[in-house]
């Protein structure tokens, strides 16, 4: 059987550039699968020739939304996507000295990442729950436990997928 990681391209966080690439994948999980979308932000670093938010505000935000459409594009909403993913290289170069990880360090609780994600252009509260889940129970990236339910069991595929886990690994 096939554990999560098998399935989902996602790598583990170990820097400021791997935590960005966590970020987009939840933004790009949007009307493709899921496969596609965790591995569209390394498409873009490579596209790049480096990935962080500082390599995408080096371009004005037209010459991204070119660089990102090429063929094949990052997205298929290519102009929605690459607008988010250029707004939130600017918010996380802005709030968070360029930093994804400063999201949830130190030790968040639960509410409070779900509300910094929510805040990033792109990501509704659906995306941000997932997030949360992938983030503790995949990653093991520390978050604590504010008493409230943030269960994924309305996220089919997700929760299928990481059955019986149906919440994310909070911490007291």
């Given at each position: ?68 459409g090429r063929s094949p594009a990052i997205h298929p ?84 997928l990481f059955y019986p886990n149906e919440e994310p690994?909070?911490?007291?």
């Open positions: 059987m096939n554990k999560p990681l098998d399935i989902l391209p996602i790598e583990p966080i170990v820097d400021r550039q791997s935590a960005f690439m966590f970020l987009l994948g939840i933004l790009f999980n949007q009307q493709v699968r899921s496969d596609i979308a965790w591995r569209a932000p390394y498409q873009l670093g490579k596209r790049l020739d480096g990935f962080t938010p500082e390599h995408i505000l080096i371009y004005s935000e037209s010459e991204f939304t070119e660089i990102f909403f290519v102009q929605r996507m690459a607008q988010y993913t250029y707004a939130i290289a600017r918010v996380i170069v802005n709030e968070y000295d360029g930093d994804v990880r400063k999201i949830w360090t130190p030790s968040v609780p639960a509410g409070e990442l779900v509300r910094r994600l929510v805040a990033m252009p792109g990501i509704g509260d659906h995306k941000a729950r997932i997030a949360l889940f992938v983030a503790t129970v995949q990653l093991g990236i520390r978050v604590r436990d504010d008493g409230r339910s943030y269960s994924i069991r309305d996220c089919d595929g997700l929760a299928t690994s909070l911490v007291l």
